[in-house]
């Protein structure tokens, strides 16, 4: 029987638990057609978020198409445009020459093309003839607005991994290009469509979104709560018997503990456990688990370790145990982090890296618990 915990994928549904109130705040913005913005650490449920609330939307007889894009490979802006393009137009038709009539018809005077080969190899409805300009930068951000008035019903755009177009050279400008046309668009503009803007590397997105100020006033921005540990322990608890296994509650509140409320770590975890076990789920059968899973995840947080600076690792190390005032002499010397200017620098650098994030209250939040747990016990040994 296979496993009820889900976590190569995104859920919907039964599998879906906790954060009632953002699917509804996040409905209702997509149901008014406001753009958003969903920042939060990588595998804490953005996706599903986006997915529920889109399905709760359908039960409701709302109709829409949804067009889903990641960035996470993309380093330049031809090949951005070129993926969203490619989506947006696959939505137009099923053949060749549908997808041909279709460039021709929604991105005439543009260096957009289709090209059999590209298609062929990348799966990619859409080619360029030549560079990108900002016209075709433009007319591929207004295309869902486009496609929205001729189908009759709404476009909901998904972009994951937002961030990375300020990897990209051009990608500043194609952000403010964005930015003007979400600015300019009228009432039955937003009826039309809207996008909703997912970053897991949050640094990255809070430099967008809070230090630049980027899309200020556009978008909406939805914040993703903890899910309680109260309804992670109940869920996994009927999840286990359905298999026909028993878990102590205690014992599984002390795995959202150690997880710090991680659904995809706990999803995982507990699955690990479930094909361990033919009954009760003992400690021992958690310990084994954890070791597993700790081996499954060490060779990337081995070579994040070894991509830091001796005088990282230290700050780290400050960090894992406790410490808060780095600036301090007693920490300074303790560590030997050199100076106060030293320190500043190694805390930009650990959350450039996106190894850690400072807080409201400028405390270290080390953004991984799965990382922080293993390079607490294997790497630096702390009890």
Not at 135 to 144: A, Q, S, V, Y
Not at 296 to 302: A, K
Request: glycine share 6%; charged share 25%.
């Amino acid at each position: 029987m296979e496993s009820g915990f889900v976590y190569s994928s995104y859920v919907t549904g039964k599998n879906f638990i906790g954060r009632r109130g953002e699917v509804s705040a996040l409905g209702n913005l997509i149901r008014q057609g406001e753009n958003v913005v969903l920042q939060a650490p990588p595998k804490t449920g953005k996706r599903s978020l986006v997915h529920q609330a889109c399905f709760n939307l359908r039960v409701e007889g709302e109709q829409f198409n949804i067009v889903e894009l990641s960035l996470l490979s993309v380093r330049d802006i031809s090949e951005f445009v070129l993926k969203m393009g490619s989506e947006l137009i696959k939505m137009t038709g099923n053949t060749p020459e549908e997808y041909e009539d279709s460039i021709a018809r929604y991105l005439p005077g543009t260096h957009f093309i289709f090209d059999e080969q590209t298609f062929e190899s990348r799966n990619l409805t859409v080619a360029l003839d030549g560079e990108p300009d900002s016209r075709d930068i433009r007319e591929i951000f207004t295309l869902p607005y486009k496609l929205a008035e001729v189908k009759g019903s709404k476009f909901v755009v998904i972009v994951e991994e937002f961030q990375n177009i300020m990897l990209a050279e051009g990608g500043e400008e194609a952000c403010g290009i964005l930015e003007d046309i979400f600015n300019k668009l009228l009432p039955e503009g937003r009826k039309r469509a809207c996008y909703v803007l997912c970053g897991s590397r949050i640094n990255a997105m809070k430099e967008m979104f809070d230090h630049r100020r980027m899309f200020f006033r556009t978008v909406e921005r939805l914040d993703l709560n903890p899910v309680s540990n109260k309804e992670i322990c109940e869920h996994a608890i009927r999840t286990f018997l359905t298999t026909g296994k028993v878990i102590d509650k205690d014992l599984m509140t002390g795995v959202c503990i150690l997880f710090k409320g991680n659904l995809w770590y706990i999803n995982h975890f507990c699955a690990i456990c479930d094909s361990l076990s033919k009954g009760y789920i003992m400690e021992p059968v958690l310990n084994s688990a954890l070791e597993r899973l700790c081996a499954i995840h060490e060779p990337g947080f081995s070579a994040i370790m070894n991509d830091l600076t001796t005088f990282q690792v230290s700050l780290l190390k400050a960090i894992l145990e406790g410490n808060t005032k780095f600036c301090s002499t007693e920490v300074i010397e303790k560590y030997r982090l050199n100076s106060s200017a030293n320190v500043k620098r190694l805390r930009e650098a650990l959350c450039k890296k996106e190894i850690i994030f400072f807080d409201g209250e400028d405390q270290p939040v080390i953004i991984d618990p799965m990382f922080e747990y293993w390079a607490k016990k294997y790497y630096f040994g702390i009890e």
